[in-house]
C-alpha cells in the first residue's frame, strides 16, 4: 500500500523555524517528484514546493520564496520542509504528495498523506 | 499565475441526485486539469486527472469533462459516501493553482 506519512507540526512562534518530515512507503520513492501543500484552518488549498525524483530540481511558491527549503533522502524514503522565518499566514495543515513523474513542476498529485498542522502564534 | 473560479461553493442535494460542479480558468488550459475529493478530517484524493481520466478504482459515477477554460466535475448519482468537499486543480502552469473548493452537503 502506497503511504505517506508527516510528522514535525507543531505550534512556534512568529519568526520561529520548524522542520517537517514525510515518510514514504509501498513504492520505488526515487521514482517520484515530490511536492508540499498545505491547507489553512478551512481555507483551500495551496502547492508550498516542490523537488524532483533526485532533489537537483526544486521550486517554491512566491510566499514562501527565501524561507523555506525543500530537500529529500532517498536512502530514507523521506521528504523534508525547512522552515525559516515562519509568519502567522504559514498556519496550516502541511500535506505531502506524490508527483505522477520524476518532476515536480507539472501533474496531478496522488496519493497524499493526512497532513502535519503547524500553527504560527504568539 | 492562473486563477480558477469553481462554483458553486456550496451544493446541497440529496442522495440519487445528479450533480454537477464547475470549474472556470483566467486562461486556456488545454486539458490539464485534475479533480479531488476531501471528506473533514482526511487528505484529498485524486478522482480525475487530463480533465476526463478517472483514476483507478474511482466510481464511475464520477465523470470530467472540459477543454480550455470551462470544466466540469459530474456525479451521476449522487451516494452517502460522496458529502465531502470538491477540488479542481490545474497543472497546465507554474504555480500549479486550485479552486476555491465546493462543498457538496446534504439537502
Known amino acids: 500500500e502506497v503511504q505517506l506519512v508527516e510528522s514535525g507540526g507543531g505550534v512556534v512562534r512568529p519568526g520561529g523555524s520548524l522542520r517537517l518530515s514525510c515518510a514514504a512507503s509501498g513504492f520505488t520513492f526515487d521514482d517520484y517528484g515530490m511536492s508540499w501543500v498545505r491547507q489553512a484552518p478551512g481555507k483551500g488549498l495551496e502547492w508550498v514546493s516542490g523537488i524532483n525524483w533526485n532533489g537537483g530540481s526544486t521550486g517554491y511558491a512566491d510566499s514562501v520564496k527565501g524561507r523555506f527549503t525543500i530537500s529529500r533522502d532517498n536512502a530514507k524514503n523521506s521528504l523534508y520542509l525547512q522552515m525559516n522565518s515562519l509568519r502567522a499566514e504559514d498556519t496550516a495543515l502541511y500535506h505531502c504528495a506524490r508527483e505522477p513523474l520524476g518532476g515536480y513542476d507539472l501533474g496531478w498529485f496522488d496519493p497524499w498523506g493526512q497532513g502535519t498542522l503547524v500553527t504560527v502564534s504568539s | 499565475v492562473i486563477w480558477m473560479t469553481q462554483s458553486p461553493s456550496l451544493l446541497s442535494a440529496s442522495t440519487g441526485d445528479r450533480v454537477t460542479i464547475s470549474c472556470r480558468m483566467s486562461q486556456g488550459i488545454s486539458s490539464y486539469l485534475a479533480w479531488y475529493q476531501q471528506k473533514p478530517g482526511k487528505a484529498p484524493e485524486l478522482l480525475i486527472y487530463?480533465?476526463?481520466t478517472l483514476q483507478s478504482g474511482v466510481p464511475s459515477r464520477f465523470s470530467g469533462s472540459g477543454s480550455g477554460t470551462d470544466f466540469t466535475l459530474t456525479i451521476s448519482c449522487l451516494q452517502s459516501e460522496d458529502f465531502a468537499t470538491y477540488y479542481c486543480?490545474?497543472?497546465?502552469?507554474?504555480?500549479?493553482?486550485f479552486g476555491q473548493g465546493t462543498k457538496v452537503e446534504i439537502k
Open positions: 486543480q490545474q497543472y497546465y502552469s507554474f504555480p500549479r493553482t
Open positions: 487530463a480533465a476526463s
